[in-house]
């Protein structure tokens, strides 16, 4: 059993940053993937970033590729998705969701997820 709270969101002027957090807990924490997705309003969840148990694999949408990245602190039970160079198209409900396995875009794969952080961004 997993148990995922994410933070950090908020408001941001477009050209911003902001870096999410994602807290974890349960012991197996450390053998399982994590991913980050987000849902804008009237819109389908969608893949954002993924990063393996280990953190030497990573995996990013085209949308976010060169400006978001995603790292793990094992010991800390916390996984980080830093965004840069924030546009109002990136607004949305940020989640972070775990799986058993390999890194995976498809929301389906996840047994595990938090409740979401608010990304607002200004234009």
């Known amino acids: 059993q997993v148990q995922l709270v994410e933070s950090g969101g908020g408001l941001v002027q477009a050209g911003g940053s902001l870096r999410l957090s994602c807290a974890a807990s349960g012991p197996s924490f450390i053998t399982y993937a994590v991913g980050w997705f987000r849902q804008a309003p009237g819109k389908e969840r969608e893949f954002v970033a993924g990063?393996?148990?280990?953190?030497?694999?990573?995996n990013y949408a085209d949308s976010v590729e060169g400006r978001f990245t995603i790292s793990r602190d094992n010991a800390k039970k916390l996984v980080y998705l830093r965004m840069n160079t924030l546009q109002p198209d990136d607004t949305a409900v940020y989640s972070c969701a775990a799986k058993t396995g390999p890194v995976s875009a498809d929301k389906e794969n996840y047994n595990y997820w938090g409740q979401g952080t608010q990304v607002t961004v200004s234009s």
């Open positions: 990063v393996s148990w280990g953190g030497t694999d990573t």
